[in-house]
């Protein structure tokens, strides 16, 4: 559906750090009373073999463009012609997100945003978690109570960087179709903009971090895609093409650039289902394109290769071959896609930890060379229990609210 499509609502103007700056650090004044304070939607999971819906091209029902019948499938069973894409269905989020969801036991939902400066020189990435799939406090717990561990997770890369991400409990979480209250941030869908601000404590560099981003997509896409066989993992592509704006208490920190915004949802655990995962997004001409290769527990393997226009419209496209990328300073295995000889490179550091690493890429897609986010997860890695001692030091719990 193209921008004229999204819905017309008043749009959401906080003054940028008043409310924050009034009660300290965690307050997050009136904004909470709105809210309801559990989630009333279920997250939806079910086998993805029958009743996909993604529409004919000449169907009258619109995922915001056809979705090509051609082009390269999953090697999954998901259906007939292993193909994962659908019409989002069971969250009431085709036409933006709605936070309302009730997670179950082992279960996880998270919103994922991420920009690009126009410059290169800096990134963010935000992502709010219900049920915080890399918390060793979530699976200290059991995952028994997904609410119960919630955080919004703000990372700011180039100069004057900062690390912010603190497990919250039940007490810190409201939620309503268009807002989500994670303590004293909050995302909110306007019907036409994601806007997200925050005021979070930041380690190992003792401070706080506050802002306001703003993603504006240039459209919304319809679909979803099973990442496993059963439909227990699903990505939800809400925006791979979008324009984010950059407002932080730091000097040199508001800034514009390009953006991404998708979520992923789960009832079990990552470890359980995936071995190793990279993900991509790249800027084109007219869009962008997405990678998914995924390595499960089983060792099967599968490519999801998508490509997104301006006005929504999705296709899948043959992806190029797997090409490897020097290994993270943790060792973390990387890859991403790119046309046959081009060597892919790192141009901007990001994220970087022992079983996981974020990173600019720069690579090239039929003949054109661009610059997009990946990541690399080795959950392998992950399942280890040494590391969750590690987490904790980054990932603080912070169980009553307020506080």
């Known amino acids: 559906m193209s921008n004229a499509d999204l819905r017309n609502t008043d749009r959401f103007r906080p003054d940028l750090f008043a409310s924050a700056r009034k009660s300290g650090a965690d307050h997050a004044g ?57 019409l989002a269905r069971g969250r009431s989020d085709r036409d933006g997100p709605c936070f309302d969801l009730s997670i179950p036991p082992n279960g996880y939902a998270w919103w994922y945003v ?17 049920g915080s799939v890399f918390s060793p406090w979530y699976r ?43 303590g004293p941030s909050q995302m909110q869908w306007t019907g036409d903009e994601l806007v997200i601000s925050f005021r979070e404590r930041t380690t190992p560099h003792i401070g706080v971090l506050e802002g306001e981003i703003r993603i504006t997509p240039s459209a919304i896409t319809q679909v979803e895609a099973a990442l496993s066989p059963d439909g227990a993992h699903v990505w939800r592509p809400f925006a791979p093409v979008a324009r984010i704006d950059v407002a932080i208490d730091r000097p040199g ?21 995936f ?21 499960m527990r089983d060792g099967s393997q599968d490519t999801l290769a998508v490509a997104f226009d301006d ?31 081009y060597k892919p490179k ?14 600019v890429l720069r690579t090239q897609i039929d003949g054109l060379e661009t610059d997009g986010v990946c990541e690399a997860v080795d959950l392998d890695r992950f399942r280890g229990p040494w590391l969750m001692p590690m987490l904790a030091v980054r990932v603080p719990r912070r169980r009553r609210w307020p506080g």
Not at 314 to 341: H, N
Request: charged fraction near 20%; proline fraction near 8%.
């Open 30 to 86: 009136g904004l909470r009373r709105p809210l309801s304070r559990i989630g009333g939607i279920p997250l939806r999971a079910e086998p993805t073999g029958a009743g996909r819906d993604i529409p004919a091209p000449n169907s009258p029902v619109k995922t915001g463009g056809s979705v090509s019948g051609g082009g390269r499938c999953s090697s999954g069973g998901w259906g007939a012609d292993g193909d994962p894409l659908r």
């Open 114 to 130: 991420d920009g690009v400066s126009d410059d290169g020189k800096r990134a963010i990435s935000i992502i709010a978690f219900i």
């Open 140 to 182: 200290w717990s059991g995952r028994q109570n997904p609410q119960n561990h919630c955080c919004l997770n703000v990372v700011t890369y180039g100069p004057g960087g900062r690390w912010s991400m603190t497990d919250r409990g039940e007490e810190a979480l409201t939620l309503s179709r268009n807002t989500m209250q994670i």
């Open 253 to 273: 920190w508001n800034w514009s650039g390009h953006g991404y915004f998708d979520a992923n949802f789960g009832v079990r655990a990552l470890e359980a289902d």
């Open 275 to 295: 071995s190793y995962w990279t993900w991509g997004r790249f800027p084109t001409t007219d869009g962008a394109t997405c990678f998914y290769d995924s390595t």
């Open 311 to 341: 006005e929504g419209a999705v296709r899948r496209v043959d992806p190029p071959p797997r090409a490897k990328v020097a290994r993270s300073p943790w060792t973390v295995r990387r890859e991403t896609r790119a046309d046959p000889g």
């Open 346 to 359: 790192q141009v901007l550091a990001m994220l970087d930890a022992p079983f996981y690493n974020r990173a």
